[in-house]
């Protein structure tokens, strides 16, 4: 499928369907549309009269062209109210069209789309990101491979005057969120530490980049005790994965992103019961997953910033060798954590990442998390929670995610909900009481973080989708690969 460029007008433009978009309650043709319409004898009013089409947000309809007529089928999406339009309105638009061609067998499609507020290549961009994650499809454990008779083939962007470089930039971004979208999706029998060490030396080989596997003898050496006492249990050697790009010449910032990387949680000795949603744990590796998804795009985009892409790699498993709730474990700063829930596995894996990242010399670092199941309960399904005391790390995040599309809300770092930690007989617990569980994880994490500006990102909703979205496919969803994109090129 291919996305490019059209310098055709609607009026001139021919092939199997051409999409056009309104505004909620403003589904009116201009001088344009109308000669359009009336070259195709009517078609789009009756078809706007016909389905009550009001322009909502996601509201799509397709009818046949009759007559003699050059263009096929006509495509109408609503972008919802003007003053409600943000960029990912046009992402989502994007998908929308893409999928409702693919459903009606389409096989070349146009698209006219621009608003004055948006620069052409921007607009053209995130068209093209939409489209290309709508129409991801993920079979590889399929055993038949159904495809359909007629594909989607290719795809013009009309009314929008812009480069190609526009395109090759969503391709790139996209990439890395489906590598992500995969990750996700595959088993534990499929990606475990050492497969997904060798996924990650797949991108360094391609790319260039530069990679150092830590073995678990190297982690001991540097007393990875956190990290380590979760892998204890599992049969399959831990893997630490520092992958680096760095641009040529002098880079402007040097950031760390830290990603959790659970291939598959069972919960240790404090196991997942049934309803727990064990079934879905090979998913407890999502910021790992978005991590690597970044690190592809931004190797492929080149900005002159040099990033460190992290994550302590591991299952938590049940074994002889399991750590037990009671045991104290010594992280890699010296501070010692008495483990009260072996579910509580992931933030033991980011504390050593946390400290070794910290020791790098980077001017800030973010890490992400399918960590708690508390920020669902206080944020749902579609938003992700953002801790971090630092006023512009936290704007430039947020703004990132604007342009992303994804959501985050900026949580409190409340200093008294630490008191929950606090052990009797170690440095301090790794989980606290129910109430605000999301929270009292940051702090704990905060304890492995000494000199670097930081931000914690918990997109334990986010990650997974229930059911297709305009965007989305059931299933991984690739979520904060744009964000930790756009906060890379921003710096």
């Keep these: 499928m291919k996305i490019k460029i059209s310098h055709d007008s609607k009026l001139s433009w021919s092939g199997d369907a051409l999409a056009l978009s309104f505004f909620t309650d403003k589904v ?4 344009e549309l109308t000669q359009l319409d009336q070259n195709l004898d009517n078609t789009i009013n009756e078809l706007i009269t016909e389905t009550e089409f009001t322009g909502k947000s996601g509201e799509t309809i397709i009818t046949r062209v009759g007559g003699k007529n050059s263009l096929r089928k006509i495509i109408l999406v609503g972008l919802g109210k003007e003053e409600d339009l943000t960029l990912d309105s046009f992402r989502q638009a994007g998908g929308n069209i893409a999928r409702i061609a693919k459903q009606n067998n389409i096989k070349t499609l146009a698209i006219a789309i621009n608003h004055h507020n948006y620069e ?42 812009a480069s190609n470089t526009a395109i090759e930039t969503a391709e790139k971004i996209t990439s890395g969120v489906i590598l992500a979208r995969e990750l996700v999706n595959a088993p534990a029998n499929e990606i475990n530490p050492i497969t997904m060490a060798k996924t990650v030396e797949k991108i360094a080989t391609e790319y260039g980049l530069e990679l150092t596997i830590l073995e678990q003898a190297d982690c001991e050496k540097l007393g990875m ?4 006492g979760v892998a204890l249990a599992s049969d399959l050697p831990p893997k630490f994965i520092h992958l680096i790009y760095k641009p040529e010449g002098i880079a402007k910032r040097k950031l760390a992103i830290i990603g959790k990387g ?27 997953a978005a991590t690597f998804g970044a690190a592809k795009a931004i190797a492929q985009l080149k900005p002159n910033v040099e990033v460190h892409f992290i ?15 009671g045991d104290i474990l010594t992280a890699s700063n010296g501070k010692t954590i008495e483990i009260n829930n ?26 992400l998390a399918t960590l708690t199941g508390a920020c669902i309960v206080a944020l749902g399904n579609d938003i992700a929670g953002l801790w971090t005391t630092n006023t512009p790390l936290a704007t430039q995040l947020t703004t990132s995610a604007q342009i992303a599309g994804e959501k985050f809300w900026q949580m409190p770092l409340e200093d008294k909900y630490f008191d929950q930690l606090k052990s009797p007989i170690a440095d301090m617990k790794n989980t606290g009481s129910r109430a605000g569980g999301s929270i009292t994880a940051a702090l704990f994490l905060q304890q492995f973080v000494k000199n670097t500006p930081w931000a914690h990102l918990d997109i334990a909703g986010p990650v997974w989708a229930e059911k297709p979205t305009a965007i989305d496919n059931e299933g991984g969803t690739g979520f904060a690969v744009r964000t930790l994109v756009n906060w890379i090129l921003s710096n």
């Design 342 to 367: 072996t579910d509580a596995e992931g933030r033991l894996t980011l504390a050593d990442a946390l400290v070794y990242a910290d020791k790098l010399g980077v001017d800030a670092m973010v890490d």
């Design 225 to 228: 005790g956190a990290f380590l």
């Design 262 to 288: 659970l291939t598959f949680d069972s919960g240790g000795l404090n196991l997942k019961i049934s309803g727990s949603g064990i079934e879905t744990m090979k998913m407890d590796m999502g910021g790992a």
């Design 120 to 161: 052409d290549d921007i607009l053209a961009q995130v068209i093209s990101e939409g489209i290309i994650l709508a129409l991801h499809e993920d079979k590889r454990f399929k055993s038949e491979q159904k495809t359909s008779k007629i594909t989607l083939d290719s795809i013009e962007l009309l009314d929008l005057p």
């Design 311 to 325: 994550s302590a790699v591991t299952e938590n498993m049940i074994s002889g060798k399991a750590m037990h709730p």
């Design 28 to 31: 009116e043709l201009n001088p």
